[in-house]
């Protein structure tokens, strides 16, 4: 790195400037991390990191966290898993300690297929109910998994009919396992509602009998409520727009919100949304706007919380992690629209984070990203200089007469706040509107 400023050279703990030369090299080699000193490192850095709530802080939001994020090992299509298994015990005492107050699962997650359906899923049932007990943590949603198991091969809706009526079974089930948790949510993702190839299905009788499967849950969900005196569930559509069939049938919220509307229902009333904001991201979208037309619809009852790409793959990250800007508007609208349902960590903690990294590091990390974004919108939404900038172009330059171009004219200087509404709402994000700046 010889030629290097002073100002932007990289320099070690000691003090010393990283170099290139074999002596550095040698340096390096003695500075090594042994792996009994990587944890207390890791925890010490997070430390350093601050900006971190209580547990009790945390429990005042309504932030879920799944079985499935935690017992992620960093297995994918090209990748082998990286970390150890982990039981539903053990995501439950962490959430309890992290301050995570509610717990989500698949079916599947926490209860071997082949035990689904008989009586010994109860007795899986009520070691849960005993953890989430011991732990102060609540079950808020339950979801059946319909596209892992090699039965789900054509989807839940597949043309024979012993497969739908197993899903059916399987989704009544899903059902009778979350009111027994004290669930209020059910979400589906119909992942293999689609095909690889053309022709392969009838798209139209396909929708049917998905909507068959739906019916049987919300049928199955009151008697249930009836006899344990409950309300009903909340039964919450989740669209993904890619993966992992070629073609999606309901790739979109808004292809969802059709589909309720659709009248294969029998109780659309029943059935809402639970939009995650990367599924609504990847297909170019903006996830504001999806929020917005399901908000109108009054069917935003779930939402599921995590950050990534548009036009890519699904890489889960945590919150705010790669569009804070975003984010950040995104909790303006939620918060100025009165939005009171969960949200859902549905992340995947990276496959380069330790077990250990996965409950020092990435959970708490990203519950404290959420939160801190949240309050950041609440103070977007009562800033003056937003409100004023706002009911300005609200009230508009009073034009009189009708005449196109007086309209024009009237307007063309206020339309420039637009753009100061966003720089606002940035200088908000990174605190320059406290003063912060930087020596230059």
């Not at 991390?33 to 850095?45: D, F, K, S, T, Y």
Request: glycine share 10%; hydrophobic share 40%.
């Amino acid at each position: 790195m010889a030629g290097v400023s002073q100002a932007s050279a990289f320099f070690l703990p000691s003090g010393r400037r990283l170099d290139e030369s074999p002596a550095q090299t040698v340096y390096l080699k003695a500075m090594s991390i042994p792996r009994e000193q990587q944890q207390g490192l890791v925890g010490r850095l997070t430390d350093l990191c601050g900006g971190a709530y209580t547990p009790q802080q945390r429990r005042k939001y309504f932030i879920s966290g799944p079985q499935w994020a935690g017992a992620y090992e960093g297995h994918a299509l090209f990748h082998a898993p990286t970390r150890e298994p982990v039981s539903f015990e053990e995501v439950i005492r962490h959430l309890g300690e992290i301050g995570i107050p509610y717990w989500t699962t698949h079916d599947s997650d926490v209860i071997a297929t082949d035990v689904l359906l008989t009586d010994r899923q109860w007795e899986v049932v009520g070691a849960i109910s005993r953890a989430l007990e011991q732990n102060g943590v609540k079950c808020s949603m339950v979801t059946c998994e319909t596209f892992h198991h090699p039965v789900f091969a054509g989807s839940a809706a597949a043309e024979a009919p012993e497969v739908r009526e197993y899903a059916a079974k399987r989704l009544r089930n899903t059902v009778e396992i979350g009111h027994e948790l004290g669930a209020q949510f059910a979400v589906y993702w119909p992942g293999t509602l689609g095909y690889m190839v053309q022709g392969a299905i009838e798209e139209t009788q396909t929708l049917r009998w998905f909507a068959d499967g739906l019916n049987a849950a919300c049928e199955r969900d009151i008697e249930v409520a009836q006899q344990k005196g409950r309300p009903t569930l909340k039964h919450c559509l989740e669209a993904k727009p890619f993966e992992p069939q070629a073609q999606i049938i309901l790739p979109t919220s808004d292809a969802m919100m059709a589909f309720i509307g659709s009248g294969l229902l029998t109780h659309p009333e029943m059935v809402g949304l639970n939009p995650e904001y990367l599924h609504e991201l990847m297909w170019g979208g903006a996830v504001r706007a999806v929020l917005a037309r399901a908000l109108l619809a009054g069917k935003l009852w779930h939402f599921d919380i995590n950050d990534g790409y548009p036009l890519k793959h699904d890489v889960d990250l945590g919150v705010g992690l790669v569009n804070p800007l975003d984010w950040l508007n995104v909790l303006v609208l939620l918060r100025t629209h009165g939005y009171e349902g969960p949200f859902n960590l549905d992340y995947k903690p990276p496959r380069t984070t330790s077990n250990y990294g996965v409950w020092k590091v990435s959970f708490p990390t990203a519950v404290d990203r959420f939160i801190t974004l949240w309050e950041i919108a609440g103070e977007v939404a009562e800033d003056s200089v937003l409100n004023e900038a706002t009911a300005a172009l609200k009230a508009g330059g009073g034009a009189t007469g009708g005449d196109l171009q007086s309209i024009v004219e009237a307007n063309k200087e206020l339309l420039s706040l637009h753009e100061l509404i966003s720089h606002r709402i940035f200088q908000i994000l990174i605190g320059q509107h406290k003063g912060r700046t930087f020596s230059v």
